[in-house]
């Protein structure tokens, strides 16, 4: 069983390039996120996406943006890259809220896609 | 709003010897509660979750963690530590808003 599976794993960019973090998950989840991992910072929450046809900022969305191509995939874009992006970004999925109720559901993880920023 | 604040940003034990990371957590409406483990250069897999009813959890690996509503805590713990428990932890809250992460205790087992 693939999950969620995030490409590439790996990238080395210049200042002012662009580029596109690709994600996409086989377990029918309406909800995917896209988050930050930085040392000692934890995991920040870039954009999410509750359902197809929906995105909401998170904690971080400055210099990012996303689209929802379909239920299973949801890309991040870096328009004009900079060295503070330089992180790793992990993608995930879950089940979605239900009117009135917020979900207990667990998100699962994609391995990371590791992007330095010279 | 809420939050999470895990205590101690590294925590080092010998193998054998009881493994306790603590987490407390802000909120202000009845959350859910994770704990989630991150081996090197992978993504996050979940260990444990506490939703409602039964106050203490078990999860996978042997861990577990107890929801003190009183305190605002979901300390996780497990016995016995094992070299395989090396990795870095993380305690997630989730209400009304999408799931807060606290900033992650890395845990090394020394032999």
């Known amino acids: 069983n693939a999950g969620v599976t995030q490409t590439p794993k790996f990238q080395v960019l210049k200042t002012g390039q662009s580029m596109t973090l690709q994600c996409a998950q086989d377990?029918?989840?309406?909800?995917m996120y896209w988050y930050r991992q930085d040392p000692g910072m934890g995991l920040r929450l870039i954009y999410y996406?509750?359902?197809?046809?929906?995105?909401d900022k998170g904690e971080v969305p400055n210099g990012y943006n996303v689209s929802r191509l379909n239920k299973r995939e949801f890309s991040l874009r870096l328009e004009s890259a900079a060295p503070s992006q330089t992180s790793v970004y992990f993608c995930?999925?879950?089940?979605?809220?239900?009117?009135?109720?917020?979900?207990?559901?667990?998100?699962?993880f994609g391995d990371g896609t590791r992007l330095s920023i010279l | 709003a809420q939050s999470v604040t895990q205590l101690g940003s590294h925590v080092s034990v010998s193998e054998g010897a009881l493994v306790l990371l603590r987490c407390n957590y802000s909120?202000?409406?009845?959350?859910?509660l994770f704990w989630y483990v991150q081996y090197p250069n992978q993504g996050l897999q979940l260990l444990l979750k506490?939703?409602?009813?039964?106050?203490l959890v078990k999860g996978i690996n042997g861990f577990e963690a107890e929801f003190k509503k009183s305190e605002t805590s979901f300390h996780l713990t497990k016995p016995s530590a094992h070299m395989s428990d090396a990795a870095e932890y993380f305690c997630?809250?989730?209400?009304?808003?999408?799931?807060?992460f606290g900033k992650g205790t890395r845990l090394s087992v020394i032999a």
């Open positions: 995930a999925s879950s089940d979605p809220d239900r009117v009135g109720f917020y979900s207990n559901q667990p998100q699962h």
């Open positions: 377990m029918n989840h309406n909800s």
């Open positions: 996406s509750a359902s197809e046809g929906t995105t």
């Open positions: 909120s202000s409406v009845p959350p859910y």
């Open positions: 506490y939703t409602t009813g039964a106050t």
């Open positions: 997630a809250v989730r209400s009304n808003t999408p799931l807060v």
